[in-house]
């Protein structure tokens, strides 16, 4: 018959190493709190990407939003828009200052006249308005001239006191007023005086 071996090994002496077994058992919190940092940076690139690009689509917003109020007012001036021609050449200088929210170009135009761009205000006049003065025809309706304004007297400015401050208050009026008539009746009596 066979014969079974049996090897019977002697077993190996378990020695601990403290330093080992320190590394080994701190190793897991070491990794996880880099899992957490990985994961906080991660979040944090993320969040930044989503402010740049709401601060772009603000940015777009506001551009869309200017061309469209300027478009507004050049048809409420009566300007004939174009759509090829979106911007005026007569700009003598640009300069673009930049934030980390926001981005403002500064465009400065020199000896600016309205009537440079859209030409001559259209003037509707109709034969009641033959009366007017000419020269009161000619201002632009935006234009105040003392003529137009009405005399308005300004309302006395009122104070609300209470009882006691109302009455210190006319006190010291009183008295400055009594002062003052002294005083006058004194120069007047030193005027007769050195005549």
């Known amino acids: ?19 080992a077994r320190a590394e080994f058992l701190t190793g897991f919190r070491k990794r996880k709190l880099a899992k957490k940092e990985a994961v906080k940076k991660k979040a944090m690139e993320r969040e930044k990407q989503e402010r740049r690009e709401q601060r772009l689509e603000h940015r777009r917003a506001l551009a869309e939003q200017a061309r469209s109020n300027a478009k507004e007012v050049e048809t409420a001036y009566g300007a004939i828009i174009d759509e090829d021609e979106d911007e005026w050449n007569g700009v003598s200088s640009k300069e673009e200052y930049s934030d980390e929210e926001q981005v403002a170009h500064v465009t400065v135009i020199e000896e600016f006249d309205p009537t440079d761009i859209h030409g001559t205000r259209h003037s509707h006049s109709d034969a009641s308005d033959e009366d007017v003065d000419e020269s009161e025809s000619q201002a632009p309706p935006w234009s105040s001239t003392s003529a137009k304004k009405k005399d308005k007297k ?6 609300y006191q209470m009882a006691a401050a109302r009455k210190a208050e006319e006190r010291k009026q ?14 007047s009596k030193d005027r007769k005086r050195k005549q």
């Open 154 to 159: 300004d309302a006395k400015k009122i104070k």
């Open 1 to 19: 018959m066979t014969e079974h071996h049996i090897f019977v090994t002697e077993p190996t002496e378990i020695v601990f190493d403290d330093d």
């Open 174 to 187: 009183k008295n400055r007023k009594a002062e003052k008539a002294d005083c006058a009746r004194g120069k």
